[in-house]
């Protein structure tokens, strides 16, 4: 089981980013996929989750409205499109999986991570 993490970069506030999480050594249909981050001296923050069963997905608040979470279950692939970017949005994000239908905010339940990809917002 693997996870691969990518589509990091900078970017100025107000701009997007889409991050892509490849899955390989495993379908997603038998597992939840979650992004967490992790900005320098701060915990790991779950962002969202999209369950494996029917697809339902979680956003924590502060990026609901801006920050959408999908997957292509055919491609192994899940995406995390995050638009109207601000500052408090730089962080290390990871993909996560949990062999389990529903999603966990604890990210100490998640078994495979994948390597992170670096997100800055700055102008």
């Known amino acids: 089981v693997q996870l691969q993490a990518s589509g990091g970069g900078l970017v100025q506030p107000g701009g997007s980013l889409r991050l892509s999480c490849a899955a390989s050594?495993?379908?997603?249909?038998?597992?939840?996929i979650a992004w967490f981050r992790q900005a320098p001296g701060k915990e790991r923050e779950g962002v969202s989750c999209?369950?494996?069963?029917?697809?339902?997905?979680s956003l924590i608040d502060s990026v609901k409205g801006r920050f959408t979470i999908s997957k292509d279950n055919a491609k192994k692939m899940v995406y995390l499109q995050m638009n109207s970017l601000i500052p408090e949005d730089t962080s290390v994000y990871y993909c996560a999986a949990k062999p389990a239908p529903l999603c966990y905010s604890d990210y100490l339940l998640y078994d495979y991570w994948g390597q992170g990809t670096l997100v800055t917002v700055s102008s």
């Open positions: 999209i369950s494996s069963t029917d697809g339902s997905t």
């Open positions: 050594g495993f379908t997603l249909d038998y597992y939840a």
